[in-house]
């Protein structure tokens, strides 16, 4: 099984890169926030939860975000594996998706971490919100989300480099160019 975590701040081109990753490798594409935003929209018990605190730029509960990964995990273990966008956003999140994956004898086969200055990222979610219909691409919930993913998603990124996983791929230039990147990193592990 294949199983690739992409990762990278808000804006760094993560769901872009993603829709070519797993057409590509065939996997189970599990973006959270996709997730959480379908549950937004149905108005579903977790999307009323989560509603205000995405919108604002801070990050749902670890509890709910779990919940929604082991279901997707379990449903699908005989896939070719799995693409998460988006996951793990908190050490602790990190720890509970190795042992999903310990439990179910899975391993995580690449972090890719998409490298993009923070200047480029807020214009990128600045030019997506105009189309978006995004209630967290706003210059105040950018910044937020920028303050969110300093203080608990980078973090993340030392617990994969510990593993000897983590692959840093420059997210800057075109989008053909960065996928070219990205697989010849995963076609070499
Ligand atoms: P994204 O589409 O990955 O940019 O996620 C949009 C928003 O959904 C984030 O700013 C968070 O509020 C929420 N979210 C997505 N994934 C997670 C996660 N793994 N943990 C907590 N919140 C998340």
Known sequence: MLNIIIFGPPGAGKGTQSEFIKDRYNLTYISTGQILREEMAAETEIGLKVKEIISSGG??????????????????????????????????????????????????????????????????????????????????????????YDNKTKPVLDFYQDKNILKPINGVGSIEDIFNNICNTIDSI
């Open 59 to 148: 990050l749902a509960s670890d509890e709910i975000v779990l919940s929604i990964i082991e279901n997707r995990v379990t449903n699908n273990l005989n896939s070719n594996g799995f693409l998460f966008d988006g996951f793990p956003r908190t050490v602790r999140q990190a720890e509970m998706l190795d042992k999903l994956f310990s439990d179910n004898k899975l391993s995580i086969s690449t972090v890719l971490s998409l490298e993009v200055p923070e200047d480029i990222l807020v214009e990128r979610m600045l030019e997506r919100g105009k189309t978006s219909g995004r209630a967290d691409d706003n210059i105040d919930s950018i910044r937020h989300r920028f303050v969110e």
